[in-house]
C-alpha cells in the first residue's frame, strides 16, 4: 500500500476513488489535490494497477509553455539590443559633468559637448554587455554566422600578403 509522509495509509475508499477519476480522463494532479493526497501517491497506486495517464495534454502545455519563454527571452533581448543603442548614443550627445568635494564639500557642475573619455568607456562597456546578454538569449543563426565566415574570407583576401 502506498503511504504518505505522515505514514497514513490510503483506504480502499481512496484507492477506489484514485481509479474512478483516472477512468474519468482527469491528470494526476488534479486527482492528488482532489482527494488531498500527495501526487506520488495517486502515481504508484495507478502504477499498481497498470494504470498510465495520458501525456498528449502535458506535452502540449510543455510546448506552449516553452513557447511562451522563449518569445520572452527574444523580448527581453530586443529590450537589452534597444538599449546597448541608447547607451552607444549617449557617447556623443552633449552631458552635464559635476564634481562634489572640495574643503566644504561643494557641487559643482558644467555642460560640455560629450561625456568625458571615463564615462564614454563606462557607457560603451555597459553597451556591451547589453549586447552579449541580448546575444546569449537569442543568438544569431547558423546561416548568419556562414555569411559572417564568408566576409571574414573576402576581408582577408583583400589584405596584403593573403
Given at each position: 500500500?502506498?503511504v504518505r509522509k505522515?505514514?497514513?495509509?490510503?483506504?480502499d475508499?481512496?484507492?477506489?476513488?484514485?481509479i474512478r477519476?483516472h477512468?474519468e480522463?482527469?491528470?494526476?494532479n488534479e486527482?492528488?489535490?482532489?482527494?488531498?493526497?500527495?501526487q506520488?501517491t495517486?502515481?504508484?497506486i495507478c502504477a499498481?494497477?497498470?494504470?498510465?495517464?495520458?501525456?498528449?495534454m502535458t506535452?502540449?502545455?510543455?510546448?506552449?509553455?516553452?513557447?511562451q519563454?522563449?518569445e520572452?527571452?527574444a523580448?527581453l533581448?530586443?529590450?537589452?539590443?534597444d538599449d546597448?543603442?541608447?547607451l552607444?548614443?549617449?557617447?556623443?550627445l552633449?552631458?552635464k559633468?559635476?564634481?562634489?568635494g572640495?574643503?566644504?564639500?561643494?557641487?559643482?557642475?558644467?555642460?560640455?559637448?560629450?561625456?568625458?573619455?571615463?564615462?564614454?568607456?563606462?557607457?560603451?562597456a555597459s553597451?556591451?554587455?547589453?549586447?552579449?546578454k541580448?546575444?546569449?538569449l537569442?543568438?544569431?543563426?547558423?546561416?548568419?554566422?556562414?555569411?559572417?565566415a564568408a566576409v571574414?574570407?573576402?576581408?582577408?583576401?583583400?589584405?596584403?600578403?593573403?
Amino acid at each position: 500500500m502506498a503511504v504518505r509522509k505522515d505514514m497514513r495509509q490510503v483506504t480502499d475508499e481512496e484507492r477506489a476513488e484514485i481509479i474512478r477519476l483516472h477512468g474519468e480522463g482527469r491528470g494526476r494532479n488534479e486527482i492528488a489535490r482532489m482527494i488531498g493526497r500527495a501526487q506520488r501517491t495517486v502515481s504508484l497506486i495507478c502504477a499498481e494497477e497498470n494504470l498510465v495517464f495520458d501525456v498528449t495534454m502535458t506535452e502540449e502545455a510543455t510546448r506552449h509553455r516553452v513557447a511562451q519563454l522563449a518569445e520572452r527571452r527574444a523580448m527581453l533581448a530586443e529590450a537589452l539590443q534597444d538599449d546597448a543603442e541608447r547607451l552607444t548614443e549617449q557617447m556623443w550627445l552633449p552631458t552635464k559633468v559635476f564634481r562634489i568635494g572640495g574643503s566644504s564639500n561643494s557641487y559643482t557642475d558644467h555642460n560640455v559637448d560629450e561625456p568625458p573619455a571615463d564615462a564614454k568607456k563606462d557607457l560603451m562597456a555597459s553597451a556591451g554587455i547589453a549586447i552579449e546578454k541580448s546575444l546569449k538569449l537569442v543568438p544569431p543563426e547558423r546561416e548568419d554566422l556562414e555569411g559572417l565566415a564568408a566576409v571574414d574570407q573576402w576581408l582577408r583576401g583583400m589584405m596584403p600578403g593573403e
